[in-house]
Nanobody, 124 residues
């Protein structure tokens, strides 16, 4: 399984960015696609996840209302639309694939596959 994240960049507070995660076809067996982020000196934290079965979405409290996770028509691309960005959103953003149970969907170790990070920097 290969995951390729892209779309990061330098923006100002209040701006928007859309991150993309292109997954290889072999991800079909992975029920969940997720986005995590890691700021310097901090642990990796959950941002959003989408379940292929039913399209259920999950968000962190900080992402709720500002970020939207979705998937492309082909099903192998997952997007993270980030609006109203804040300086505290600055981090490396990672996409992940796996089949965690619902109670573990926010846990990084529950995901088997990871893409490389894409850096998002939000200036004040």
């Amino acid at each position: 399984v290969q995951l390729q994240a892209s779309g990061g960049g330098l923006v100002q507070a209040g701006d928007s960015l859309r991150l993309s995660c292109a997954a290889s076809a072999s991800t079909a067996s992975n029920r969940v696609m997720g986005w995590f982020r890691q700021a310097p000196g901090k642990e990796r934290e959950f941002v959003a996840a989408l379940r292929r079965d039913g399209g259920y979405t999950y968000y962190s409290e900080s992402a709720k209302g500002r970020f939207t996770i979705s998937r492309g028509n082909a099903g192998n691309t997952v997007y993270l639309q980030m609006d109203s960005l804040k300086p505290e959103d600055t981090a490396d953003y990672y996409c992940a694939a796996g089949s965690p149970i619902v109670s573990a969907i926010r846990t990084p170790t529950a995901y088997r596959y990871w893409g490389q990070g894409t850096l998002v920097t939000v200036s004040s």
